[in-house]
């Protein structure tokens, strides 16, 4: 499950934010908002897209590096969310 | 020593990287069984504890040279400089202790700086209040009343700081209680509230009191979920010990910059004739927020030296491309700081409403709390709380360009790079375009909201751009185009990171081992070529003037110069003298109760209503600037002389301001008492029974002023009357005129009267617009004084003579303004007492400085000044035949002064 979450993801911040990247440069550990890939509208796009993909609800104070830098976190985010229910 | 524990891991790395992680962790993690990986670790150990002693004195070193650098530059205050010193010490100590020891050993070093700058007193009364705010956040009852509790304990302090109460002993503390508590509260809250980060006792108390905090009331806005969250992040400090390291440097060289932009290229808006004029003072203000840069870059390396990897506050902002890099570029602690508990609250409240109406709430949202912000930073620094029409037009305009650059973002996207990708030419063109583009519109904002003066006023100033010539264009159109450049080729750097987050055992390295001896060996290099540049100046290709600017930059320049420029909101801020004097005592090493003007003491006395203003009190004795200053009968620093001259007296008048009545020196000690004392020492009984000198002269007084104490001097039936001349140029007679005429005192000489009607010069004029003419006017002014003076001097056969006078900080640039006026006054057929070089005798100008940042000259400076001036005296032939010195006498005593 956490591998199609950051297939998905991954999918989306390419065609969203990085177009004509070379796919094997984002990893799943390559920093987003520290790398300068994410910054604060991308963010919220970001929020609005794993919301209505995954049928989750993010808090404002979520929508930070801790939760959001690398696909990892934001699979461990998507995660927590859809197991806390 | 670290501890070895045999747990199951597969090492990745090579076994020194994996080692360094031993520094930070105390923990070595290897495979069961792995008798030989033990044995060949246990060897690496041994060697990476000294290898690590070699690499830690490399950075204790740069940081030494760095210390030394500000120490020779006098970069920033006094303070600072010895809390830097405090810092070595300390990060040597802090590197060298167990991990779990470090957090608490910076608390006591942080708690410490607190009593090296302000006291110990102080430090307990910021610690008492400090203490009770934070144990008040964590009080066992629901959030909600600690809020409560929280919110009427700030309402009380911000009553105290308001002075609607004293509250004793904190007056000289609000600057620094503010800056830790204002806005740091406000997330702390915030991260409590959403438990986004670990709190203990000691993370709190390094949150707060965070050393150097207590050197700077102005303070990079750390955020508290990242000051844990970047807390020695990285497997090796190495990387971030050498970043802090580098970012100090950094900060030094924009404070540097900032200096030379100071003393050499800004000018006063009244000063403004034309577009080149124009040009060169929007982009000089615009330059001095290099102050707010360079102190934010020295204080967040400070902290890495200390564990705490936070990121870059400023990235490249001069090369800002759009209205969103701009605001993501300057201040990014702001930036993210309004993010995380304005911008993103409200985005998430409203966003039913869709991403557009939603972005475009929370950005207005959110630079209106930025506008109020700031004025809520200003009253927790200064003490008022300003709503001006700058404040709103600059933040509102900020507001609507920042939206309409983040619609236009959130609509078509924003270009993305990760590393290695190239631009194309025509996209660097673009980028260089857009970089010329916003730099034009960020000048202009800011040159708006540092203007004094009325909306009308300001758009009649901008209309100096249509006043062109071809030259100027020539000039604006190259830098533009050397600004497009440097946007094209340097304009999409990242912000520098800290490594994020914690690596995970077993995880491929995000980045390559870094580069810290290369690092080193750059940034040692660098520092030591910043004095030889400037020691070795001559052997550079520039030009006299760039010479002249690189041997100044060695030297902060006096206050009471720096006050005469136009500030802006963060040079308020930053220059403590000008809202809280103790503060600034401490700062600068002054010993406590010095009072900075003659006019809080007994001894001045305020004339609002009368065109000289200002005038000092008969028969005073009073202690200022630590030294005892008297007062005689007619109200003169001075011993008592009779009023009619007595038979057989030679009488001079000196006519002066501050160097003149003496600053900081007591009585006998000023150069006219000790010129005195000498002259009538080796001439009294000559051609005269005894020679008097009568100071005339009174701090702060301007041309004008000076010459309303000329009329008195008159009535002392002086025989020489000295016209006291420094390095303030015209400004102080542009005060001094503007603020009497806008009072509706009339000048009491008719033919200034009518000089300034002929300009339209009138109580009605606009205050831009007065300062404006009367600076064009202001030699014409100064040549009319000192005809004036001459006719009046021949009639009554007065020699009137002028002498120029050095400040203990003399510059280059204020040497050329001396001679400038040496030669307007020869021009003006008066002789001079040249002694703008009285100091050139001095190893350090320090030492003729009465102390650090006031460049009155002490005991040591007036009496290289007395004896400049008498020597001068005694070679010229007037005064040799006045005091009955024969001129091989004369020269013969001239030889053994020498």
Redesign the interface.
């Known amino acids: 499950m956490p591998d199609e979450t950051k297939s998905t993801v991954k999918d989306f911040i390419l065609r969203?934010?990085?177009?004509g990247?070379d796919p094997n440069?984002?990893q799943d550990?390559?920093?987003l908002i520290?790398?300068?890939?994410l910054?604060?509208?991308?963010t919220?796009?970001l929020v609005?897209f794993l919301e209505e993909q995954f049928g989750i609800s993010i808090?404002?104070?979520e929508?930070?590096?801790?939760h959001l830098?690398?696909l990892n976190?934001i699979a461990a985010l998507v995660a927590s969310k859809r197991k806390g229910g | 020593m670290p501890v070895i524990r045999r747990r199951p891991v597969a090492l990745w790395q090579p076994v020194e990287n994996h080692l360094m992680s031993v520094d930070s962790r105390d923990a070595v993690y290897l495979k069961e069984d792995d008798a030989a990986l033990l044995a060949r670790l246990q060897g690496a150990i041994q060697w990476a504890g000294q290898a690590a002693l070699v690499r830690l004195t490399a950075v204790a070193l740069q940081l030494g040279l760095l210390i030394a650098l500000a120490h020779v530059f006098e970069l920033e205050t006094f303070a600072f400089r010895k809390v830097m010193v405090l810092a070595l010490a300390g990060f040597v100590v802090h590197h060298l202790l167990p991990m779990n020891w470090r957090l608490p050993f910076f608390v006591i070093l942080s708690l410490g700086s607190l009593v090296l700058v302000v006291m110990p007193l102080n430090a307990i009364r910021l610690v008492l209040v400090g203490g009770i705010l934070i144990g008040m956040c964590h009080l066992p009852i629901r959030f909600g009343w600690r809020l409560a509790l929280i919110g009427g304990t700030a309402a009380a302090l911000t009553l105290a700081r308001a002075q609607v109460f004293d509250l004793p002993g904190y007056g000289v503390l609000w600057p620094i209680l503010g800056s830790m508590f204002m806005f740091r509260l406000i997330v702390y809250l915030?991260d409590l509230r959403?438990q986004?980060a670990p709190f203990s006792v000691w993370r709190s108390l390094a949150y707060f009191f965070m050393l150097p905090n207590v050197c700077f009331p102005m303070y990079p806005l750390v955020d508290y979920?990242?000051f844990n969250?970047t807390y020695f992040n990285e497997p090796s400090p190495w990387r971030m010990y050498q970043v802090g390291i580098k970012w100090i440097f950094r900060g030094m060289l924009h404070l540097l910059v900032y200096r030379l932009v100071l003393q050499n290229a800004i000018i006063g808006a009244d000063y403004v004739v034309d577009a080149g004029d124009l040009v060169r003072y929007m982009i000089t203000t615009f330059s001095l927020y290099l102050l707010i840069s360079g102190q934010f870059h020295m204080i967040i390396g400070l902290l890495h030296l200390f564990g705490f990897n936070l990121?870059e506050t400023h990235h490249n902002y001069f090369l800002s491309s759009s209205f969103?890099d701009f605001w993501?570029r300057i201040n990014i602690y702001w930036k993210d700081f309004i993010?995380?508990v304005f911008?993103?609250?409200v985005?998430?409240?409203v966003?039913h409403l869709g991403?557009a109406a939603a972005?475009t709430v929370a950005t207005l949202i959110a630079f209106f709390f930025t506008w109020l912000l700031h004025s809520y930073q200003w009253f927790w620094i200064r003490g008022t709380f300003p709503m001006t029409w700058q404040d709103a037009v600059f933040w509102g305009g900020l507001a609507v360009l920042v939206l309409v650059n983040?619609l236009y973002?959130?609509r078509y996207?924003?270009s993305?790079l990760?590393k290695?990708?190239k631009r194309s030419f025509a996209s660097r063109v673009g980028l260089g375009l857009r970089t010329v583009a916003t730099f034009c519109t960020i000048v202009t904002l800011w040159c708006l909201w540092t203007f004094q003066g009325s909306a009308s006023e300001w758009l009649d100033f901008m209309s100096n751009i249509t006043r062109m010539d071809g030259k100027t264009a020539l000039m604006i159109v190259c830098g533009l185009t050397g600004l497009g450049i440097a946007g094209a080729l340097f304009g999409d750097s990242?912000?520098e990171?800290?490594a994020?987050?914690k690596p995970k055992l077993g995880?491929?390295a995000?980045e390559p081992p870094y580069a810290f001896w290369q690092s080193a060996a750059i940034v040692t290099v660098l520092i030591l070529m910043v004095p030889a540049i400037v020691k070795y100046r001559e052997y550079l290709p520039v030009g006299p003037m760039a010479r002249t600017a690189l041997g100044d930059v060695r030297r902060e320049q006096s206050v009471h110069v720096r006050a005469e420029r136009d500030q802006g909101y963060y040079e308020d801020l930053t220059n403590t003298k000008s809202y809280n004097l103790a503060l600034w005592e401490l700062y600068n090493r002054r010993p406590a109760g010095w009072v900075l003007s003659i006019g809080q003491t007994e001894a001045g006395k305020s004339v609002p209503h009368e065109f000289h203003q200002f005038e000092l009190a008969p028969s005073k004795r009073v202690q200022f600037m630590g030294a005892e200053v008297s007062t005689n009968r007619w109200g003169m620093r001075d011993r008592d002389y009779e009023k009619a001259k007595p038979p057989g007296v030679f009488r001079v008048a000196l006519l002066g301001s501050s160097i003149s009545m003496g600053w900081g020196v007591n009585d006998d000690e000023t150069y006219e008492n000790l010129v005195e004392q000498r002259l009538n020492q080796d001439f009294a009984g000559k051609s005269h029974e005894r020679i008097e000198v009568l100071n005339f002269a009174v701090a702060g007084y301007s041309a004008f002023q000076k010459l309303w104490a000329f009329d008195r001097a008159l009535e002392f039936e002086p025989d020489v009357i000295l016209w006291e001349v420094h390095a303030t140029g015209f400004t102080w007679m542009v005060n001094h005129l503007s603020r009497v005429i806008r009072a509706g005192i009339e000048v009491p000489y008719p033919e200034v009267r009518e000089m300034l009607e002929d300009k339209g010069i009138n109580a009605r004029s606009s205050g831009l617009a007065m300062r404006s003419q009367l600076r064009q006017l202001a030699p014409e002014l100064q040549g009319w004084i000192w005809s004036h003076m001459k006719r009046e001097c021949d009639k009554r056969g007065i020699t009137l003579q002028v002498v120029i006078l050095p400040r203990a900080d003399q510059m280059r640039v204020d040497e050329e303004h001396l001679a400038e006026m040496a030669d307007f006054a020869r021009r003006s057929g008066l002789p001079v007492f040249d002694l703008a070089k009285a100091f050139r005798g001095a190893q350090d100008r320090r030492t003729v400085a009465v102390a650090p940042g006031d460049a009155h000259p002490n005991v040591e400076g007036h009496r290289m000044l007395a004896e400049a001036l008498y020597e001068q005296m005694i070679a010229s032939p007037e005064w040799q035949a006045a005091l009955g010195a024969s001129s091989p006498a004369a020269t013969a005593l001239h030889d053994s002064n020498r």
Do not use: C, W
Not at chain 1, 16 to 19: A, C, D, Q, V, Y
Not at chain 1, 34 to 37: F, H, L, S, V
């Open positions: 969203e934010f990085l177009p990247e440069e984002l550990d390559t920093p520290t790398g300068g890939i910054d604060s509208i991308a919220l796009k609005a808090a404002a104070h929508a930070d590096v801790d830098n690398t976190d | 915030y959403n986004t979920q990242t969250r990121p969103t993501r993010q995380k911008f993103n609250p985005y998430f409240r966003k991403p972005m983040v973002e959130q996207g924003r993305r990760i290695g990708k990242e912000r990171y800290s994020g987050q995880q491929r995000a």
